[in-house]
């Protein structure tokens, strides 16, 4: 059975912050139907984001990618639902703009690979990793109200007619 409790930790980069993409981006995972559990703005140091991106160490890019996710705050999130890290990365679309589809974040809303304007994880053990990195006690337990509007038939179908 699929899990809808997964969760992803998406970020908003420092260019969507500053382009003033949060509320947009934001809206979409809303009405989706994704629950938000965890959301902070946060001024992340070298140090930080040397952990979060450490599998691109070896990257020609890697330096110019820290400074660019340090350069100004980031909107950090939790969402959870079923399916919520795939269904995440394809929302954001492509890792190169010029690759993803438009209805996708990246695909709608920027144009070059090194101001994608937002992360998502790649899998459910990055997410729980990442989401281990970003938030420690900080997490909201809340009920949904949507959730049985999301996931089960509300309203039995009737079988005489
Ligand atoms: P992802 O964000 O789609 O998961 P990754 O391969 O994990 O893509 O790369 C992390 C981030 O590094 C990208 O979102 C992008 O900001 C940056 N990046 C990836 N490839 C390049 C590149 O070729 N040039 C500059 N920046 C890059
Ligand atoms: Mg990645």
Redesign the pocket.
Known sequence: MEDKKEQTFIAI?PDGVQRGLIGEIIKRFEMKGFKLVAMKMVHASKEHLEKH?E??KG????P??IK??SSGPVVAMVWEGEGVVKTG?VM?G???PANSKPGTI?GDFCI?????I?????SVESAKKEIALWFKDEMVKYDSCAFDWLYQAAVPIPTDQ
Request: charged share 30%; glycine share 4%; net charge positive.
């Open positions: 980069k991106y599998d691109l990257k020609p890019f890697f110019t990618l660019y996710m990365r954001l492509e890792t190169n990246r070059n690979v090194s101001k994608n937002i992360h998502g994880s790649d």
